[in-house]
T-cell receptor, first 115, second 113 residues
Framework: AQSVTQLGSHVSVSEGALVLLRCNYSSSVPPYLFWYVQYPNQGLQLLLK??????LVKGINGFEAEFKKSETSFHLTKPSAHMSDAAEYFCAVSDRWRGNTPLVFGKGTRLSVIA | SAVISQKPSRDICQRGTSLTIQCQVD?????MFWYRQQPGQSLTLIAT?????????ESGFVIDKFPISRPNLTFSTLTVSNMSPEDSSIYLC??????????FGPGTRLTVL
Protein backbone atom coordinates (compact mmCIF):
# COMPACT_ATOMS: atom_id res chain seq x y z
CA ALA A 1 0.00 0.00 0.00
CA GLN A 2 1.12 3.50 -0.71
CA SER A 3 2.12 5.78 2.11
CA VAL A 4 3.24 9.37 2.42
CA THR A 5 5.59 10.81 5.00
CA GLN A 6 5.79 14.49 5.72
CA LEU A 7 8.76 15.36 7.87
CA GLY A 8 7.91 17.99 10.43
CA SER A 9 4.39 18.51 11.66
CA HIS A 10 5.15 22.19 12.17
CA VAL A 11 7.54 24.44 10.29
CA SER A 12 8.15 28.04 11.23
CA VAL A 13 9.91 30.52 8.95
CA SER A 14 10.48 34.25 8.92
CA GLU A 15 8.73 36.39 6.37
CA GLY A 16 10.92 36.52 3.25
CA ALA A 17 12.75 33.30 4.09
CA LEU A 18 12.81 30.11 2.07
CA VAL A 19 9.98 27.67 2.64
CA LEU A 20 10.84 23.96 2.42
CA LEU A 21 8.23 21.34 3.23
CA ARG A 22 9.31 17.75 2.87
CA CYS A 23 7.38 14.84 1.42
CA ASN A 24 8.48 11.29 0.76
CA TYR A 25 6.38 8.50 -0.67
CA SER A 26 6.71 4.76 -0.53
CA SER A 27 5.69 3.02 -3.70
CA SER A 28 7.56 0.73 -6.07
CA VAL A 29 6.05 2.62 -8.99
CA PRO A 30 6.13 6.40 -8.78
CA PRO A 31 2.59 7.58 -8.14
CA TYR A 32 0.95 10.79 -9.12
CA LEU A 33 1.96 13.43 -6.56
CA PHE A 34 0.08 16.41 -5.21
CA TRP A 35 0.41 19.22 -2.74
CA TYR A 36 -2.72 20.72 -1.24
CA VAL A 37 -3.09 23.72 1.05
CA GLN A 38 -5.76 24.24 3.67
CA TYR A 39 -6.23 27.68 5.13
CA PRO A 40 -7.91 27.97 8.52
CA ASN A 41 -11.56 26.98 8.40
CA GLN A 42 -11.43 26.40 4.67
CA GLY A 43 -11.40 23.44 2.30
CA LEU A 44 -8.49 21.96 0.38
CA GLN A 45 -6.96 23.77 -2.55
CA LEU A 46 -4.59 22.16 -5.02
CA LEU A 47 -1.21 23.88 -5.13
CA LEU A 48 0.45 21.74 -7.76
CA LYS A 49 0.74 18.23 -9.10
CA UNK A 50 3.21 15.96 -10.83
CA UNK A 51 2.00 13.34 -13.27
CA UNK A 52 4.62 13.11 -16.00
CA UNK A 53 7.19 15.15 -17.86
CA UNK A 54 9.29 17.86 -16.29
CA UNK A 55 10.17 16.95 -12.74
CA LEU A 56 10.11 20.53 -11.48
CA VAL A 57 6.52 21.68 -11.35
CA LYS A 58 5.29 25.15 -10.62
CA GLY A 59 2.08 25.83 -8.82
CA ILE A 60 0.03 28.69 -7.57
CA ASN A 61 1.16 31.39 -5.16
CA GLY A 62 4.83 31.00 -6.12
CA PHE A 63 5.20 27.43 -4.89
CA GLU A 64 7.06 24.73 -6.75
CA ALA A 65 8.01 21.13 -6.13
CA GLU A 66 10.54 18.76 -7.59
CA PHE A 67 9.96 15.06 -8.14
CA LYS A 68 13.08 13.04 -7.41
CA LYS A 69 12.58 9.39 -8.21
CA SER A 70 15.90 8.30 -6.72
CA GLU A 71 14.95 9.87 -3.41
CA THR A 72 11.21 9.06 -3.62
CA SER A 73 10.62 12.67 -2.71
CA PHE A 74 8.41 15.55 -3.74
CA HIS A 75 9.45 18.48 -1.57
CA LEU A 76 7.57 21.78 -1.75
CA THR A 77 9.46 25.06 -1.85
CA LYS A 78 8.87 28.77 -2.09
CA PRO A 79 11.77 31.24 -2.29
CA SER A 80 10.23 33.91 -0.09
CA ALA A 81 7.53 33.31 2.49
CA HIS A 82 4.61 35.67 2.90
CA MET A 83 2.41 36.01 5.93
CA SER A 84 -0.48 34.78 3.79
CA ASP A 85 1.28 31.43 3.31
CA ALA A 86 0.50 30.42 6.89
CA ALA A 87 -1.65 27.31 6.51
CA GLU A 88 -1.67 23.52 6.65
CA TYR A 89 0.01 21.76 3.74
CA PHE A 90 -0.73 18.20 2.71
CA CYS A 91 1.23 15.99 0.37
CA ALA A 92 -0.83 13.29 -1.33
CA VAL A 93 -0.39 10.48 -3.83
CA SER A 94 -2.63 8.48 -6.09
CA ASP A 95 -2.19 5.34 -8.12
CA ARG A 96 -0.60 6.07 -11.49
CA TRP A 97 -2.12 3.11 -13.26
CA ARG A 98 -5.74 3.35 -12.20
CA GLY A 99 -8.10 6.24 -12.59
CA ASN A 100 -10.67 7.28 -10.06
CA THR A 101 -8.64 6.18 -7.09
CA PRO A 102 -8.68 8.02 -3.78
CA LEU A 103 -5.79 10.05 -2.54
CA VAL A 104 -3.51 8.93 0.24
CA PHE A 105 -2.51 11.88 2.35
CA GLY A 106 0.45 12.63 4.54
CA LYS A 107 -0.18 13.84 8.07
CA GLY A 108 0.26 17.45 7.06
CA THR A 109 2.69 20.23 7.93
CA ARG A 110 1.55 23.42 9.56
CA LEU A 111 3.49 26.39 8.23
CA SER A 112 3.83 29.45 10.43
CA VAL A 113 5.30 32.68 9.06
CA ILE A 114 6.84 35.08 11.53
CA ALA A 115 6.93 38.79 10.80
CA SER B 1 -12.65 22.08 -12.93
CA ALA B 2 -15.45 20.54 -10.94
CA VAL B 3 -17.34 22.74 -8.53
CA ILE B 4 -18.52 20.92 -5.44
CA SER B 5 -20.93 22.13 -2.81
CA GLN B 6 -21.74 20.57 0.52
CA LYS B 7 -24.63 21.02 2.91
CA PRO B 8 -24.64 21.81 5.73
CA SER B 9 -21.41 23.74 6.05
CA ARG B 10 -21.41 23.13 9.79
CA ASP B 11 -23.64 21.69 12.46
CA ILE B 12 -23.71 21.04 16.16
CA CYS B 13 -25.50 17.83 17.09
CA GLN B 14 -26.41 15.90 20.18
CA ARG B 15 -24.94 12.48 20.78
CA GLY B 16 -27.10 9.60 19.63
CA THR B 17 -28.57 11.53 16.71
CA SER B 18 -27.76 11.28 13.01
CA LEU B 19 -26.75 13.85 10.43
CA THR B 20 -26.93 13.55 6.66
CA ILE B 21 -24.39 15.50 4.63
CA GLN B 22 -25.09 16.30 1.01
CA CYS B 23 -22.53 16.64 -1.76
CA GLN B 24 -23.46 18.15 -5.13
CA VAL B 25 -21.16 18.31 -8.16
CA ASP B 26 -21.69 20.52 -11.19
CA UNK B 27 -20.76 17.75 -13.62
CA UNK B 28 -21.34 14.04 -13.97
CA UNK B 29 -18.66 11.94 -12.30
CA UNK B 30 -18.19 8.22 -11.90
CA UNK B 31 -16.70 8.08 -8.44
CA MET B 32 -17.19 10.26 -5.42
CA PHE B 33 -15.03 9.98 -2.34
CA TRP B 34 -15.84 10.77 1.28
CA TYR B 35 -13.06 11.74 3.69
CA ARG B 36 -12.93 12.55 7.37
CA GLN B 37 -10.55 15.05 8.91
CA GLN B 38 -10.46 14.82 12.67
CA PRO B 39 -9.31 17.90 14.60
CA GLY B 40 -5.69 18.65 13.86
CA GLN B 41 -5.34 15.53 11.72
CA SER B 42 -4.95 14.61 8.09
CA LEU B 43 -7.63 13.29 5.79
CA THR B 44 -8.73 9.69 6.02
CA LEU B 45 -10.81 8.03 3.35
CA ILE B 46 -14.15 6.76 4.60
CA ALA B 47 -15.56 5.24 1.43
CA THR B 48 -15.78 5.39 -2.32
CA UNK B 49 -19.23 5.84 -3.85
CA UNK B 50 -19.97 4.61 -7.34
CA UNK B 51 -23.33 5.40 -8.87
CA UNK B 52 -25.60 2.40 -8.99
CA UNK B 53 -23.67 0.17 -6.61
CA UNK B 54 -22.89 -0.16 -2.93
CA UNK B 55 -20.21 2.10 -1.56
CA UNK B 56 -16.84 0.56 -0.77
CA UNK B 57 -15.71 1.25 2.79
CA GLU B 58 -12.18 1.50 4.13
CA SER B 59 -10.99 -0.47 7.09
CA GLY B 60 -12.43 0.94 10.28
CA PHE B 61 -15.55 2.35 8.66
CA VAL B 62 -18.81 0.44 8.34
CA ILE B 63 -22.02 0.98 6.46
CA ASP B 64 -24.21 0.94 9.56
CA LYS B 65 -22.31 3.90 10.98
CA PHE B 66 -21.71 5.80 7.72
CA PRO B 67 -24.41 4.87 5.20
CA ILE B 68 -23.86 6.45 1.80
CA SER B 69 -26.26 7.04 -1.05
CA ARG B 70 -25.35 7.76 -4.65
CA PRO B 71 -28.60 8.16 -6.54
CA ASN B 72 -27.13 9.79 -9.65
CA LEU B 73 -23.89 10.97 -11.22
CA THR B 74 -23.88 14.41 -9.59
CA PHE B 75 -25.03 13.78 -6.03
CA SER B 76 -24.17 11.77 -2.94
CA THR B 77 -25.02 11.78 0.74
CA LEU B 78 -23.12 10.57 3.78
CA THR B 79 -24.96 9.94 7.02
CA VAL B 80 -23.15 9.91 10.33
CA SER B 81 -25.32 7.70 12.52
CA ASN B 82 -25.71 7.43 16.27
CA MET B 83 -23.15 10.15 16.76
CA SER B 84 -20.69 10.45 19.61
CA PRO B 85 -18.20 13.23 20.40
CA GLU B 86 -15.53 11.15 18.63
CA ASP B 87 -17.37 11.81 15.37
CA SER B 88 -16.62 15.53 15.63
CA SER B 89 -14.68 16.16 12.43
CA ILE B 90 -14.71 17.84 9.09
CA TYR B 91 -16.30 15.64 6.45
CA LEU B 92 -15.28 16.28 2.85
CA CYS B 93 -16.39 14.88 -0.45
CA UNK B 94 -14.22 14.87 -3.53
CA UNK B 95 -14.29 13.87 -7.17
CA UNK B 96 -11.63 13.19 -9.74
CA UNK B 97 -11.49 14.88 -13.12
CA UNK B 98 -9.09 14.65 -16.03
CA UNK B 99 -5.45 14.22 -15.11
CA UNK B 100 -6.03 12.43 -11.83
CA UNK B 101 -6.78 15.74 -10.21
CA UNK B 102 -9.16 15.60 -7.27
CA UNK B 103 -11.39 18.46 -6.33
CA PHE B 104 -12.77 18.86 -2.85
CA GLY B 105 -15.92 20.31 -1.47
CA PRO B 106 -15.66 22.99 1.22
CA GLY B 107 -16.34 20.44 3.93
CA THR B 108 -18.94 20.00 6.65
CA ARG B 109 -17.71 20.86 10.12
CA LEU B 110 -19.49 18.63 12.62
CA THR B 111 -19.44 19.07 16.37
CA VAL B 112 -21.08 16.43 18.54
CA LEU B 113 -21.90 17.34 22.12
Amino acid sequence: AQSVTQLGSHVSVSEGALVLLRCNYSSSVPPYLFWYVQYPNQGLQLLLKYTTGATLVKGINGFEAEFKKSETSFHLTKPSAHMSDAAEYFCAVSDRWRGNTPLVFGKGTRLSVIA
Amino acid sequence: SAVISQKPSRDICQRGTSLTIQCQVDSQVTMMFWYRQQPGQSLTLIATANQGSEATYESGFVIDKFPISRPNLTFSTLTVSNMSPEDSSIYLCSVEEGGHEQFFGPGTRLTVL
